[in-house]
């Protein structure tokens, strides 16, 4: 087996949506325990970039996507079942969606259809999840009650454990403090900074600032083609390109 | 004309309309209540006929529509939940969906004759199942299977579609997808199709003329294989070809058939009204 | 390890049934047109279609038996278009009123009295159009008998409306709202928005409405043949007694011999009738379709 030089490795990846094309020729690595942050206007395809990593870009139907994606060398279109990679490469959505189930039956849903059974092993990984999350303390003594009853912001750190419970190796973040308030996301910024020691990360945003406070490295898409990729520091204080400093100072998007 | 007057007039016009499309349901109530209520007794509901059928009661007809009905229900259920299943979670719109969507809509619109017709020719004749419960259950099954289809539809598309993406998100196939995070959502939804198919089976006639009903018998059917007498058919028999029955047992065999079907649909109401209420998302 | 490999084969099961029971919807369309024809195409041997279609008596079991079905095909046309007279306009007024005009919590109400109304077994529709309505027809018009077409086609009417108002409620409903905000805006009233802009709009989908209706009256059997008098002869007005193709298979079918000419001409009969109702339907689903676009 090929020792594997990065987490992922992108090799030409095109996606098209009919005859659309949303992302044009990709080649980049994601290093492990890094937040590679990706930042672009809207329809830059960046959220598509991140649909691909997890294969969540099959479930649209008029989908085409060429080229090559390998996670620890493995190409996960012909060297792992999917379900088996959604487990690795778990994903945190703009909106919080919990499912309509109880706290604790949304982080164990995962398990439970792994096949999971032994209560211990739940009991033990809502409760090792919620603490990564930082949520523990303030559900511990409700976890039967409806997700939905929590705060948009604790329910998206509900996402987030969900995720974790699954002992992942990647988590994807698709502009997951869009909709919350300022000390929410804070807050999600945060254990982002903590979850970086065990996971790789990589954050979709369009919040410039926050690709700035978090990003250890930072994308630049534009209309579905990656304009630059370099540390975030660089990237914001020397950019290569005038249509990334444009991007930055605000000129348009 | 002055707009006002003209309006006024129109809206009288349609509020007329409007109570002559519901005021009939009314009037029949009433008028089969008036005159069958005094028919109806223990002894109606639970015991033979006699008498060449001027005498006691409409037990076997009662019995029979319910064996027809279970039948036609665990055969239309799981087949039309299942492709309900298919046309809203696995196919894309391409022409074999539209085929299926089509045959669905023709399958509606066959008249109710024509599937007695079908069950003689398939059940009755072919598999020479003859004339029984089993080849009227598996007419009526399919009578009502758009029925079953259609709401089924309906059901598992009201379920928001980031159920599923946070599902498959997870690591859970798609089989386990539909199992855990649709279809309980959409259970309501096909319950209330269920027993709308249900109502359907109970009330009709023409699909159980040649493939199950019986004129008279004398004893209970004893498998699926026998023939069997059914409340609608009974009713059409003794209206139309027995002279000399007294008229509140005519009247009181409407009231059951009517009051079996009714329920049933304001069960389906019922539940549809509660989950809209309920829903969450 | 083992129950993983189980899983994916229960799957893989449930993923071909499902795929299947899509199948079946089609097959069974297939099946009924195949089994029609199994039964009835041997009437064809022995008579032209033409004399079938536009064959003037219907004497199934004289000798020589004749099998012309226009008496019954005049008698469900004729039966068809009393009823489509009837709850067509009462039909399309009561969806205007329904969507539109009615008070919001009358609505529920009136819709769920709809439904019960299409609820009702056809066969206690055909009771009481036969014993309420069929004697009252007789003593109005100094009739010989109350069972006439005319007394199908009320009788029918009110099996067509809830179909009717159903769909075309569907079709106004789905008319956008800034319609009638441009419309009341520029003065008009509630009446003229109904009628100019917002019963406009809807055409497609009442049209589609009316053919459904329309739809279920030809195919209706039980009641139409309690109430209608059951003579297979060519109808000359609505107050003579008729008979139509429906009523003609289900009160015919139990005295036929199976395999027999007779039988045959029953079943070329619901030929004749499923080719009605597939057409109607899908033009009426065209109808839908546009309506929805």
Redesign the interface.
């Known amino acids: 087996m090929v020792k594997p030089t990065a987490k992922f490795s992108i090799r030409g990846l095109s996606v098209h949506y009919g005859r659309h094309c949303v992302l044009r020729d990709l080649n980049l690595d994601i290093q492990a325990n890094e937040i590679f942050t990706v930042i672009g206007p809207a329809n830059s395809g960046k959220s598509t970039f991140l649909n691909c990593l997890?294969r969540?870009v099959d479930?649209v139907?008029a989908s085409r996507c060429s080229g090559e994606i390998r996670l620890d060398g493995i190409d996960i279109r012909g060297g792992m079942e999917v379900?088996?990679l959604?487990?690795k490469v778990?994903?945190v959505?703009a909106?919080p969606?919990p499912?309509?189930l109880s706290i604790y039956e949304n982080i164990v849903?995962?398990m439970?259809?792994?096949?999971i059974r032994d209560a211990t092993l739940l009991d033990e990984a809502v409760e090792r999840s919620l603490r990564e999350s930082y949520l523990w303390e303030e559900v511990k003594d409700r976890l039967r009650t409806a997700a939905?009853n929590l705060s948009g912001g604790q329910q998206q750190r509900l996402c987030m454990a969900?995720?974790l419970a699954?002992r992942p190796d990647v988590l994807l973040f698709d502009e997951p403090t869009s909709g919350l308030d300022p000390i929410s996301t804070a807050k999600i910024e945060e254990t982002m900074m903590v979850l970086k020691e065990k996971y790789t990360i990589v954050l979709v945003t369009n919040n410039v600032a926050q690709a700035a406070r978090v990003g250890d490295r930072t994308a630049f898409f534009l209309m579905g083609e990656m304009v630059e990729l370099s540390d975030t520091s660089k990237l914001f204080t020397a950019p290569a390109d005038s249509r990334t400093s444009d991007y930055i100072t605000g000129k348009f998007g | 004309m002055n707009p006002r007057l003209a309006q006024k007039i129109a809206h009288a016009v349609m509020l007329t309309a409007t109570l002559l499309v519901v005021l009939p349901v009314l009037v029949i109530l009433v008028i089969i209540v008036a005159k069958g209520a005094s028919a109806i007794s223990w002894d109606f509901l639970f015991s033979m006929p006699r008498d060449g059928m001027t005498a006691g009661g409409i037990f076997p007809a009662i019995l029979g529509t319910l064996y027809l009905v279970l039948g036609a229900i665990l055969f239309a259920v799981p087949l039309g939940v299942l492709a309900a299943v298919y046309l809203v979670e696995y196919s894309?719109d391409n022409w074999f969906s539209r085929l299926v969507k089509l045959s669905i809509v023709n399958l509606a619109g066959v008249p109710s004759v024509v599937y007695g017709l079908f069950g003689l020719g398939i059940f009755v004749t072919f598999f020479r199942f003859g004339a029984s419960i089993l080849s009227g259950s598996l007419t009526l099954g399919i009578m009502i299977l758009p029925v079953i289809i259609t709401s089924a539809r309906e059901a598992l598309e009201s379920v928001p579609r980031?159920?599923?993406?946070?599902?498959?998100?997870?690591?859970?196939?798609r089989w386990?997808t539909i199992r855990?995070?649709v279809l309980p959502?959409a259970l309501p939804g096909i319950l209330t199709g269920m027993i709308l198919g249900l109502g359907r089976a109970a009330g009709e006639t023409a699909p159980i003329l040649f493939t199950v009903a019986a004129f008279y018998l004398p004893r209970l059917p004893h498998s699926v294989f026998d023939q069997t007498m059914a409340l609608p058919y009974h009713l059409y028999v003794i209206s139309t070809q027995v002279p000399g029955i007294a008229e509140n047992v005519r009247y009181g065999t409407a009231l059951v058939l009517l009051s079996l079907v009714l329920l049933l649909n304001l069960a389906a109401i019922l539940v549809r009204s509660r989950f809209r209420g309920k829903k969450?998302? | 390890m083992k129950?993983?490999r189980f899983?994916k084969l229960k799957e893989w099961g449930i993923e071909k049934a499902i795929l299947l029971s899509g199948i079946f919807s089609v097959v069974f369309v297939v099946l009924i047109f195949l089994f029609l024809l199994r039964e009835g195409f041997s009437l064809f041997r022995g008579e032209s279609i033409v004399d079938f279609i536009f064959g003037k008596s219907w004497y199934p079991i004289s000798s020589p038996p004749r099998f012309g079905i226009l008496p019954l095909i005049l008698g469900s046309l004729l039966v068809t278009l009393g009823a489509a007279a009837i709850s067509v306009p009462i039909g399309i007024a009561a969806a205007l009123y329904i969507s539109e005009i009615a008070p919001r919590r009358l609505k529920e109400p009136l819709k769920a009295g709809i439904e019960l109304l299409a609820a009702i077994p056809s066969v206690v529709i055909g009771f009481i159009g036969m014993i309420t309505l069929g004697p009252w027809i007789k003593s109005a018009f100094h009739l010989p008998t109350g069972l006439t077409a005319l007394t199908g086609s009320v009788t029918l009417a009110f099996m067509a409306m809830p179909t009717i108002v159903s769909i075309a409620e569907d079709a106004i409903t789905a008319v956008p709202r800034q319609y009638r905000e441009a419309a009341i805006a520029m003065g008009a009233t509630q009446w003229q928005t109904t009628w100019r802009i917002v019963a406009r709009a809807a055409r497609p989908g009442m049209v589609a409405a009316v053919m459904l209706g329309i739809g279920r009256v030809i195919g209706e059997t039980m009641a139409v043949m309690m109430v209608t008098g059951n003579a297979a002869v060519i109808p000359r007005s609505f107050l003579q007694p008729v008979r139509t193709l429906t009523a003609t298979i289900a009160a015919e079918m139990g005295e036929s011999v199976q395999g027999g000419p007779h039988y045959a001409a029953l079943f070329a009969i619901g030929i004749v009738l499923f080719i009605i109702t597939f057409l109607i339907n899908g033009v009426a689903d065209l109808y839908l379709h546009r309506s929805r676009q």
Do not use: C, D, T
């Open positions: 997890n969540l479930l139907s379900e088996a959604r487990r778990g994903i959505f909106l969606l499912l309509p849903y995962g439970r259809m792994q096949g939905m969900r995720i699954g | 894309s980031h159920f599923r993406v946070v599902s498959l998100s997870l690591g859970a196939s386990q855990h995070s959502h969450k998302w | 129950s993983i899983r």
